[in-house]
């Protein structure tokens, strides 16, 4: 059987992983001001991230239609027995639902066929932990109903966290008040964040970078206690020795099989900020 994994530009892969998974990503269109950024592999990240920064205004972002993703179910019709779709959390944009909509208009043509989409209830490195998982069960020789059962049973024990450089985005957002915003600054306050039933919510308060980067790697083992034989996949946003020091931290306290780093992509970057750090688990 041969199965096609998809997933919208939240999922934040390196070139050999892309090839290694041989996944297809469809982008988001990201706004700001009055710019419009296709998350794809044209990418300029540093342009995006200087515009971002210097822009008083939050980001908007738009994911694909359900018709373009009815579109890319169709050029697999001939070469794939399934497809597996992974998106951002539902909670955090309309990509689910969007490739579900394109899944039903695509079923309507070709009733036969089998595509399942994943709600990540997570982001960038979410998605990419999940599409390792899928291409490990798609390996293992289960038919497809058995990767369905077995992908969303992994989801279920899964945990994203996030570590915040800065807190502007959060401020233009309106996710925090300006006035918080800014005595948090003033105090090096860095949060780190935890995904909850698809949203975002703060796990911790850190004083400085490498306090919030220790408090996140000790919150690993809080969130799931044995993590033998799971991989780690840390992601950043343009800052690696970060992300190393994540790793050699999670290395001395857990017996991961393995442990990924990959930069984000757009979307990624636009929620994580720049310097950024989210981690999935």
Same mark, same amino acid.
């Given at each position: 059987m041969k199965y096609k994994i998809i997933a919208d530009s939240s999922c934040d892969l390196t070139e050999e992983l892309k090839q290694k998974l041989d996944i297809e990503l469809i982008p988001f269109v990201i706004d700001v001001d009055e710019v419009k950024y296709t998350d794809d592999e044209n990418f300029v990240l540093r342009e995006f991230i200087d515009h971002m920064n210097s822009s008083p205004n939050p980001i908007k972002t738009a994911c694909a239609s359900p018709g373009l993703y009815a579109e890319r179910f169709s050029e697999y019709k001939d070469t794939s027995d399934g497809i597996f779709v992974i998106t951002i959390s539902s909670k955090l944009s309309g990509s689910y639902n969007s490739a579900e909509v394109g899944k039903q208009m695509y079923l309507e043509r070709y009733p036969d066929k089998k595509i399942h989409i994943i709600d990540s209830l997570s982001a960038s490195?979410?998605?990419? /932990? /999940?599409? %390792?998982? %899928?291409?490990? %069960?798609i390996d293992s020789g289960l038919n497809f109903e058995e990767v369905v059962e077995e992908i969303e049973k992994f989801k279920s024990t899964q945990n994203t966290m996030f570590s915040l450089e800065s807190l502007d985005n959060l401020i233009k957002n309106g996710r925090i008040t300006k006035t918080k915003g800014l005595i948090a600054n003033v105090l090096s306050i860095k949060p780190v964040m935890k995904a909850v039933s698809g949203e975002i919510e703060v796990y911790e308060m850190a004083r400085g970078v490498h306090k919030s980067l220790k408090e996140m790697a000790a919150g690993i083992g809080v969130l799931n206690e044995d993590v033998k034989g799971r991989t780690?996949?840390?992601?950043?946003?343009?800052?690696?020795?970060?992300?190393?020091?994540?790793?050699?931290?999670?290395?001395? /306290?857990?017996?991961?099989k393995e442990i990924i780093i990959v930069p984000t992509a757009g979307l990624s970057s636009g929620y994580a900020a720049d310097k950024g750090i989210v981690i999935s688990f």
């Open positions: 490195a979410g998605e990419t /932990l /999940l599409a %390792l998982k %899928l291409k490990e %069960l780690l996949v840390i992601a950043h946003v343009q800052d690696e020795r970060k992300a190393e020091y994540v790793k050699e931290e999670a290395e001395k /306290l857990y017996d991961f």
